[in-house]
Every structure is written in structure tokens, then in C-alpha cells.
């Protein structure tokens, strides 16, 4: 499973750390990444990271935001930095999980923590 954590609220202009920690009996991870939602918005990309390390951001949040990774902890992070109040949605961890046993990988979802900027 996935457990995201590390959202809050925060002033525009402030930073936020998530934490996406993936548990149980997994061989490998492929892609880790991050998604976001506003009540009554599609829910948007905005980050990923693969094994390798190969990164994608959504436009809206190059140059502010940073995502990493650390394989032997199976957990992901994302550092967001110069936060603006469009940037308030629930915060999704997504990652495409080889568990144990298996011969591809499985897409998992995290419960969502709630990030809230204010002008």
C-alpha cells in the first residue's frame, strides 16, 4: 500500500515536503509519482520519477517543485517550494508496484493529503 503525508497549510510563498512510503512485499518500482485534485477539477500530473531517475513536471510547477526518490526505502518525495494558492488540492501518490512474485506491475493509489495555500 501507500502512505502519503506531509501536507498542511501554508502562507503563498512557503514550502511543503510530501512523503509517499509504499509497504509491503514488493520486488521492485518502477514509476513513483504525484497527481493533484481540486473539488470539481479533473485530477492533474504533476510529477513523476522513475527508477532510473528520469523526471517529468507539469508546466505549472517547473522550477518550484522537486521530486526524488529513495529505492532502498521504496518511499518518494516532493519538495514544493514558492507555493501559490492554485497550487491547494489533495495530493495524490501514485506508483506502478512489481510486487513479490509477480511478473509486472500494479498500479497503486495513496489516500490524499490535503495541501492548502493562502494568499
Known amino acids: 500500500q501507500l502512505q502519503a503525508s506531509g501536507g498542511g497549510l501554508v502562507q503563498a510563498g512557503g514550502s511543503l515536503r510530501l512523503t509517499c512510503a509504499a509497504s509491503g512485499s514488493i520486488l521492485s518500482i518502477t514509476t513513483m509519482g504525484w497527481y493533484r485534485q481540486d473539488p470539481g477539477k479533473q485530477r492533474e500530473l504533476v510529477a513523476t520519477?522513475?527508477?532510473?531517475?528520469?523526471?517529468f513536471y507539469a508546466d505549472s510547477v517547473k522550477g518550484r517543485f522537486t521530486i526524488s526518490r529513495d529505492n532502498a526505502k521504496n518511499t518518494a518525495f516532493l519538495q514544493m517550494n514558492s507555493l501559490k494558492p492554485e497550487d491547494t488540492a489533495v495530493y495524490y501518490c501514485?506508483?506502478?508496484?512489481?510486487?513479490?512474485?509477480?511478473?509486472?506491475?500494479?498500479?497503486?493509489w495513496g489516500q490524499g493529503t490535503q495541501v492548502t495555500v493562502s494568499s
Open positions: 520519477i522513475t527508477r532510473d531517475g528520469n523526471i
Open positions: 501514485n506508483a506502478a508496484i512489481i510486487p513479490s512474485g509477480r511478473l509486472r506491475a500494479y498500479d497503486y
